[in-house]
Antibody
Framework: EVQLLESGGDLVQPGGSLRLSCAAS????????MSWVRQAPGKGLEWVSG????????FYADSVKGRFTISRDNSKNMLYLEMDILRAEDTAIYYC??????????????WGQGTLVTVSS | IVLTQSPATLSLSPGERATLSCGASQSVSRSYLAWYQQKPGLAPRLLIFDASSRATGIPDRFSGSGSGTDFTLTINRLEPEDFAVYYCQQYDGSATFGQGTKVEIK
């Protein structure tokens, strides 16, 4: 059974930093691209960032480019999102999502339960 | 690619048919269009991919159609568990989502 378990969400001040983690199990993690998708309170879904199966390719939404860094550790089946210079508009539930392939087709067949990031003073 | 969903809210009774629309600002090549269902407090669930293919375990009352810039999700004979928010998403390169359609009980 595929499982994705996010952690690391917290209350942080504007300008601060946070690191999200996603523990994957139930599939061969190193064979699939992964993404982070967020959802602001009461709003729709927004793709944030994606990474290829081997970590060699990373992609970002314009809204987070230069502030967020996605990475993965295939030896530990872990996905990460380093978030810097956080803004109030980054407040959202952040979902870890498995893509169906290795790279370039961001279709998400499994999602974690999400972790809440709140940016506020 | 910007996706626009309509209507924003659909009020229907159990047993009725729901028809949800998703329009794209430019053609979605290879029909790389998906539909997701999201219930309150839960993560989205993949229903339809490649515009018309049902994901694993999705009942056949859910069907998708369309190509180019116009796509439709149809839910035949609404069940109580189908009342939720539905999002379309294109994955032709990057990923963008529509703003969602809420299917509520009339």
């Amino acid at each position: 059974e595929v499982q994705l378990l996010e952690s690391g969400g917290d209350l942080v001040q504007p300008g601060g930093s946070l690191r999200l983690s996603c523990a994957a199990s139930g599939f061969t993690f190193s064979n699939y691209a992964m993404s982070w998708v967020r959802q602001a309170p009461g709003k729709g879904l927004e793709w944030v960032s994606g990474i290829s199966d081997n970590g060699g390719g990373t992609f970002y939404a314009d809204s987070v480019k230069g502030r967020f860094t996605i990475s993965r550790d295939n030896s530990k089946n872990m996905l990460y999102l380093e978030m810097d210079i956080l803004r109030a508009e980054d407040t959202a539930i952040y979902y870890c999502a498995k893509e169906i392939g290795k790279l370039g087709t961001p279709l998400f067949d499994y999602w974690g339960q999400g972790t809440l990031v709140t940016v506020s003073s | 690619i910007v996706l626009t969903q309509s209507p924003a809210t659909l009020s229907l009774s159990p047993g009725e048919r729901a028809t949800l629309s998703c329009g794209a600002s430019q053609s979605v090549s290879r029909s790389y269009l998906a539909w997701y269902q999201q219930k309150p407090g839960l993560a989205p669930r993949l229903l339809i991919f490649d515009a018309s293919s049902r994901a694993t375990g999705i009942p056949d009352r859910f069907s998708g159609s369309g190509s180019g810039t116009d796509f439709t999700l149809t839910i035949n004979r609404l069940e109580p568990e189908d009342f939720a928010v539905y999002y379309c998403q294109q994955y032709d390169g990057s990923a963008t989502f529509g703003q969602g359609t809420k299917v509520e009980i009339k």
